[in-house]
């Protein structure tokens, strides 16, 4: 009989492992930020030092799973932006099977999108009415629209936190704040929305991170994060906010996560871009996510 499931989440600036048992309590969760898929661009490849930790992290992954009772043939591994967008993944991915006994797939931007969606919800009051969940990653973004567990709409756009940031150099002094924002006004005039969401869910680790610090959280805490509400207003502040500071003073704002210092200002342009564009002056933030997507797919399977 089956112990439990093991889903893990390999995106462009963390790798993310859910453990949960067959009546879908929570076992594990646990993030660690690699960036795989930084410098990575629009072509390029992972590169040798970030392949080394992503590696370091699988291993981890795969011991808490099998600890658990889940094999590393059985755990669900998704990689999204950077393994859709980096020409050494198939190589570093069998590498990663032969070596570990794992299987990574590389799923499209709608796939992503799909299981994000089933993801951040859990746990979450929401009120009656069509969902918009945004999904910031390291290198896309996805859009969702939908009600209950049923999808209208969804859609990916090659943008993310680190990819914006790295686009128009967002941890410079000479930060291209304009550009980037006109970049994403370019890139949201292709969406078209079949109705508009009356609230909005935010998901990943830069969104959860942004929620943490305008909570004041000198530490994670997943609690104090999932369902937190973060307005447009408050976006905005933490973009001028990390824009304006230095390196160390971005640390020391960010310490909840240091490691994704750099890339909150991007990140906060996104969300409030993505709101603006939907008439949306407010979001949730999720501590969920794609990992629970595939979790709540795998369960339905068997």
Known sequence: MKKAYAAVDLGSNSLLLAVESTDGVLLHDQAEVVGLGKGLGDMGQFEPARMAHAEQVLREYV????????????????????????????????QMKRELGIAIQTISGEEEAQLSYLGALRGLELADGPVL??????????????QGE???????????AVRLTEAFGLEQDDADIQGALEHLETLLASVVLPQKPSQAVVVAGTATTLAAMDAGLKSYQAEAVHGRHLTRERLDYWQQ??????TAERLELARVSPKR?????????????????????A????DAGLRFGILKVARAAD
Not at 72 to 86: D, K, L, Q, V
């Open 63 to 94: 011991q808490v799973a099998g600890d658990h009772g889940v094999p590393p043939n059985e755990i669900r591994i998704c990689a999204t932006s950077g393994a859709r967008r980096a020409s050494n993944a198939p190589q570093f991915f069998d």
């Open 133 to 146: 969940v945004i999904d910031l990653g390291g290198g896309s973004t996805e859009i969702i629209i939908g």
């Open 283 to 286: 979001c949730l933030a999720s």
């Open 261 to 281: 210092a750099d890339y909150l200002a991007g990140g906060a342009a996104v969300i409030s871009a993505v709101l603006d564009f939907c008439d949306l002056n």
């Open 150 to 160: 049923l999808i209208s709409y969804r859609t990916s756009l090659e943008v993310g």
């Open 241 to 246: 906010r990390m824009l304006a500071a230095t």
